[in-house]
């Protein structure tokens, strides 16, 4: 029985990050994964299929739509799903690829199998399709990282046809001519964009009064018209109840299609669909871990119960990422894991949760961290917003980017950053600089007088931060 210093359950971010933190610091490390290929659901069927399906679809609807407008003249355009998805899993294959070389040239042991708790420092691994091997193993530490899975409604659950989850929703193999998105959270409106770029009839259906939940009114207000714009139809405040079935119909040969149900103040709607994506979040995977068997307690919510330094109720297991509470964010699950490496390892891990920014890859993006102005005055804080406009960034205009705005929360009497958001074009990477900023206690003013190149989207973070004392250069 092969004997380690960790052995970790998962390879999704949070599980390789802490293998290789771990295997820097000079600990023996076993990498247990039921997939074939590492990297879990975010590289191999989530978060990068669906950034470079997003990348892709926005590429063609521009021909489509804004090519000609651009002095661009193009003819015989044409969209050929096959080619665009070959491309999507040409670069899953090359991010799994390079997950794998990292973890052999860190001297990792990959075993590809289903593993199962049989003790507080044993695992069972069961193999698990090509290349798997049953293996029992110790580990004076194990982490439990086994990500999470999508969530269905009892009443509408997935068929892998019909309904389906985002799972499935990034591997089409032809473009529906009615998709009906339940959930207009991240991965919803995401999936719905790429879609509806393509050429789908898409609605949108949130049981909340408006999509992007966690966001600011203003933000979410904005983004619900562009999207709307992008052909994109938006229904809030409606429950989703039920399904009525495809059934035949001998005068079409396509046959009548599925009618998804639901009801707003008591009216019945109804919204014909050949899918129905639901996106209505994500559950921890802990099923078969042999968690009771090892005396691993749950919460609650029925996630896996952690103190502050993610330490389980058993000494010597750990858990991070998706199965603990907090976000479940890719990005989340690597701080968990780099953290949880260097605290078995002597070290002086750090995770500051309340920094974790989120964004939704729309076009424009929405990303946020902190505090939104919102939820500040809802918690009766008494704080200063800075506000600026893409719109009169010189960058933005020449790049036709000029919708959406910066937001910057500050303290009113400290001028402390307590948070912002962001609606706009690279939303998800101007987020980092304010993020960096609060990570040291930074102010709104300590934002302003950062330099930033000229002509930049970033200058907007700028202008955002002297906005806050009524200082903004570009705007009155």
Same mark, same amino acid.
């Given at each position: 029985?092969?004997?380690?210093?960790?052995?970790?359950?998962?390879?999704?971010?949070?599980?390789?990050?802490?293998?290789?933190?771990?295997?820097?610091?000079? %600990?023996?490390?076993?990498?247990?994964?039921?997939?074939?290929?590492?990297?879990?659901?975010?590289? =191999?069927?989530?978060?990068?299929?669906?950034?470079?399906?997003?990348?892709?679809?926005?590429?063609?609807?521009?021909?489509?739509?804004?090519?000609?407008? /651009?002095?661009?003249?193009? @003819?015989?355009?044409?969209?050929?799903?096959?080619?665009?998805?070959?491309?999507k899993d040409a670069v899953v294959q090359k991010l799994v690829g390079?997950?794998?070389?990292?973890?052999?040239?860190?001297?990792?042991?990959?075993?590809?199998g289903h593993a199962t708790l049989t003790g507080a420092n044993t695992? #069972?691994?069961?193999?698990?399709?090509?290349?798997?091997? $049953?293996?029992?193993?110790?580990?004076?530490?194990?982490?439990?990282?086994?990500?999470?899975?999508?969530?269905?409604?009892?009443?509408?659950?997935?068929?892998?046809?019909?309904?389906?989850?985002? &799972?499935?929703?990034?591997?089409?193999?032809?473009?529906?001519?009615?998709?009906?998105?339940?959930?207009?959270?991240?991965?919803?409106?995401?999936?719905? $964009?790429?879609?509806?770029?393509? *050429?789908?009839?898409?609605?949108?259906?949130?049981?909340?009064?408006?999509?992007?939940?966690?966001?600011?009114?203003?933000?979410?207000?904005?983004?619900?018209?562009?999207?709307?714009?992008?052909?994109?139809?938006?229904?809030?405040?409606?429950?989703?109840?039920?399904?009525?079935?495809?059934?035949? =119909?001998?005068?079409?040969?396509?046959?009548?299609?599925?009618? %998804?149900?639901?009801?707003?103040?008591?009216?019945?709607?109804?919204?014909?669909?050949?899918?129905?994506?639901?996106?209505? *979040?994500?559950?921890?995977?802990?099923?078969?871990?042999?968690?009771?068997?090892?005396?691993?307690?749950?919460?609650?919510?029925?996630?896996?119960?952690?103190?502050?330094?993610?330490?389980? @109720?058993?000494?010597?297991?750990?858990?991070?990422?998706?199965?603990?509470?907090?976000?479940?964010?890719?990005?989340?699950?690597?701080?968990?894991?780099?953290?949880?490496?260097?605290?078995?390892?002597?070290?002086?891990?750090?995770?500051?949760?309340? %920094?974790?920014?989120?964004?939704?890859?729309? &076009?424009?993006?929405?990303?946020?961290?902190?505090?939104?102005?919102?939820?500040? #005055?809802?918690?009766?804080?008494?704080?200063?917003?800075?506000?600026?406009?893409?719109?009169? =960034?010189?960058?933005?205009?020449?790049?036709?980017?000029?919708? *959406?705005?910066?937001?910057?929360?500050?303290?009113?009497?400290?001028?402390?950053?307590? *948070?912002?958001?962001?609606?706009?074009?690279?939303?998800?990477?101007?987020?980092?600089?304010?993020?960096?900023?609060?990570?040291?206690?930074? $102010?709104?003013? &300590?934002?302003?007088?950062?330099?930033? /190149?000229?002509?930049?989207?970033?200058?907007?973070?700028?202008?955002?931060?002297?906005?806050?004392?009524? $200082?903004? %250069?570009?705007?009155?």
């Amino acid at each position: 029985m092969d004997s380690f210093d960790l052995a970790i359950i998962g390879a999704g971010p949070g599980g390789y990050v802490c293998a290789f933190r771990a295997a820097q610091l000079g %600990l023996k490390v076993a990498l247990i994964e039921k997939r074939p290929t590492l990297g879990g659901t975010c590289l =191999n069927i989530g978060c990068i299929p669906t950034k470079s399906l997003l990348q892709l679809s926005e590429h063609y609807a521009w021909a489509r739509h804004h090519a000609a407008d /651009s002095g661009i003249k193009l @003819t015989g355009l044409e969209l050929d799903l096959a080619a665009l998805m070959k491309k999507k899993d040409a670069v899953v294959q090359k991010l799994v690829g390079g997950v794998a070389q990292l973890a052999k040239a860190r001297k990792i042991t990959v075993l590809t199998g289903h593993a199962t708790l049989t003790g507080a420092n044993t695992i #069972k691994v069961d193999a698990a399709g090509p290349g798997g091997v $049953s293996a029992e193993i110790t580990a004076r530490n194990i982490v439990l990282a086994s990500g999470s899975a999508p969530s269905e409604l009892s009443f509408l659950p997935f068929d892998g046809k019909t309904v389906v989850s985002s &799972d499935q929703a990034v591997g089409f193999d032809a473009v529906p001519k009615r998709l009906v998105v339940v959930g207009g959270g991240a991965i919803g409106l995401e999936l719905a $964009s790429v879609w509806a770029r393509l *050429g789908a009839d898409v609605t949108v259906v949130e049981f909340l009064p408006k999509i992007a939940a966690n966001y600011d009114d203003d933000v979410v207000r904005l983004l619900t018209r562009l999207l709307t714009k992008q052909g994109i139809k938006i229904e809030v405040a409606a429950r989703v109840t039920g399904l009525k079935p495809p059934t035949p =119909n001998l005068k079409s040969p396509e046959g009548t299609p599925a009618v %998804l149900t639901a009801e707003r103040e008591g009216k019945l709607l109804e919204f014909p669909a050949d899918k129905i994506l639901v996106c209505v *979040g994500r559950r921890p995977v802990i099923e078969n871990l042999g968690l009771e068997k090892a005396g691993v307690q749950l919460d609650e919510k029925k996630r896996i119960k952690v103190d502050d330094h993610l330490r389980t @109720t058993v000494p010597g297991i750990w858990a991070i990422g998706d199965v603990v509470a907090g976000p479940m964010l890719a990005h989340k699950a690597e701080e968990d894991g780099a953290a949880v490496a260097e605290w078995i390892a002597g070290k002086a891990g750090h995770v500051d949760w309340n %920094l974790m920014p989120a964004v939704i890859y729309t &076009d424009p993006e929405l990303a946020g961290v902190g505090l939104g102005e919102d939820g500040a #005055k809802a918690k009766g804080l008494d704080v200063r917003v800075g506000k600026f406009h893409f719109a009169a =960034n010189g960058r933005a205009v020449a790049v036709d980017a000029a919708d *959406g705005f910066v937001k910057i929360i500050a303290d009113a009497k400290t001028d402390r950053i307590l *948070g912002a958001q962001i609606i706009g074009r690279g939303a998800s990477e101007l987020i980092s600089e304010v993020v960096t900023h609060m990570e040291y206690g930074g $102010s709104a003013e &300590d934002l302003g007088r950062t330099v930033h /190149s000229h002509p930049t989207l970033s200058e907007a973070v700028k202008e955002a931060g002297l906005a806050v004392s009524k $200082s903004a %250069l570009h705007a009155l």
